[in-house]
């Protein structure tokens, strides 16, 4: 098998699971209309396989999904990339680790982004999937780096998969696509449970290193090698 083959083989695979993520987008409520895209980047290449721009969630086809550089230039697909394909690039660019990158505009999490306020780690939930607070990026506008650029510095130095971005919504990474669709739907979820908690009085934080010990065990000791490709064990926690 030639190299070429083996990529196209890889891009292949990615175009059907990048595909197949962004049903759950629809499925857990987190997009509407033509809003939101997951991204994949292509191993050991300077390639990342995106959801193409205002396409209908509903008509969706692997083949749809097109393959762009880490400058966002078109490289493969008929249709044109996602607008938000320069902050994907920029985060592939400057986060080695990072293999997968979503972003939608589901209501609670960009309820808190409208207030530019973190969601405060105050379940164990939160300390176990965000480490901490879930950080608020910097407002940006859309058509250069400015997004990718706010991402990567609030993202760096945190233990969270989930950005804020300020009078937005959330952006998530993970080291897989499918990881930063679960920190997608994560993110969701507790920023509705934190807003609902709020209603009734104020919410009691958990201890910095009752966080840290959480988030150790649930990151590393918790059956890594299997967390993430077993559901019945991440169902069981
Ligand atoms: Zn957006």
Redesign the pocket.
Known sequence: MTITSEVDRVVSELRRQVCDLHAHLTHYELVIWT?GNVSARVPGRDLMVIKPSGADYDTLTAEDMVVCDLYGNLVDGALAPSS?TAAHAYVYRHMPAVGGVV?T?STYATAWAARGEPIPCVLTMIADEFGGDVPVGPFALIGDDSIGRGIVDTLRDSRSPAVLMRN??PFTIGRTARDAVKAAVMVEDVARTVHISRQLGDATPIAAADVSALFERYQNVYGQAGRHADPVQEDQR
């Open positions: 809003a938000d972003h505009h937005h919504g």
